[in-house]
C-alpha cells in the first residue's frame, strides 16, 4: 500500500480528516482550488509478476471531481485513467478498483494524480496495487 504521506507532492494538499472512510491518519486533498497546480506522484518496485488491480482510497462525496487524471508508467508504457471520485468504494472496501495491470517483476511502477480539469475536490488517500490470486 502507498500512503497519500509518501507520496512525491507538487502545489498546495490539505490534510484532512472529515470524511470516512480512510486509511491510516487521514488523506488530502486540493480544496478544490489550484487547478493544474497540484499533482501527486507515487512510486513502487514490483517483486512478483502478476495481474494487479490498481485500487484507489478516497471518501466518495458529490463534491468530488468526476475526472481525476491519472497515469501509470510501468515497462516503458503509459496508460491514462480518469476517475469519478462521486462514485462508491468496492463493497466493503476502503479502495476502489481502478484498473487491472499485467506486471513484470523488477519494473518500477509510477502513478501520477493530478488536478488539472478536474471539476470538483481531489482527494487521495492512499493507492494499491494488489495482486490478483490465480484461478
Given at each position: 500500500?502507498?500512503?497519500?504521506?509518501?507520496?512525491?507532492?507538487?502545489?498546495?494538499?490539505?490534510?484532512?480528516?472529515?470524511?470516512?472512510?480512510?486509511v491510516g491518519a487521514g488523506y488530502?486533498?486540493?480544496?478544490?482550488?489550484?487547478?493544474?497546480?497540484?499533482?501527486?506522484?507515487?512510486?513502487?518496485?514490483?517483486?512478483?509478476?502478476?495481474?494487479?488491480?490498481?485500487?484507489?482510497?478516497?471518501?466518495?462525496?458529490?463534491?468530488?471531481?468526476?475526472?481525476?487524471?491519472?497515469?501509470?508508467?510501468?515497462?516503458?508504457?503509459?496508460?491514462?485513467?480518469?476517475?469519478?471520485?462521486?462514485?462508491?468504494?468496492?463493497?466493503?472496501?476502503?479502495?476502489?478498483?481502478?484498473k487491472t495491470l499485467d506486471l513484470?517483476?523488477?519494473?518500477?511502477?509510477?502513478?501520477?494524480?493530478?488536478?488539472?480539469?478536474?471539476?470538483?475536490?481531489?482527494?487521495?488517500?492512499a493507492l494499491q496495487l494488489l495482486?490478483?490470486?490465480?484461478?
Open positions: 500500500m502507498l500512503d497519500d504521506r509518501t507520496a512525491i507532492k507538487k502545489g498546495a494538499w490539505k490534510e484532512s480528516r472529515n470524511f470516512r472512510p480512510y488530502i486533498h486540493d480544496d478544490n482550488a489550484g487547478k493544474g497546480a497540484a499533482s501527486l506522484t507515487f512510486e513502487t518496485k514490483i517483486s512478483k509478476s502478476g495481474r494487479y488491480d490498481l485500487r484507489l482510497a478516497y471518501s466518495p462525496h458529490p463534491s468530488r471531481a468526476s475526472n481525476v487524471p491519472v497515469r501509470v508508467e510501468f515497462g516503458g508504457k503509459s496508460q491514462e485513467i480518469s476517475v469519478n471520485q462521486r462514485l462508491s468504494l468496492d463493497p466493503g472496501s476502503a479502495f476502489r478498483t481502478l513484470k517483476a523488477g519494473h518500477k511502477v509510477t502513478i501520477y494524480l493530478g488536478n488539472e480539469g478536474t471539476d470538483g475536490f481531489v482527494v487521495v488517500d495482486e490478483r490470486s490465480k484461478k
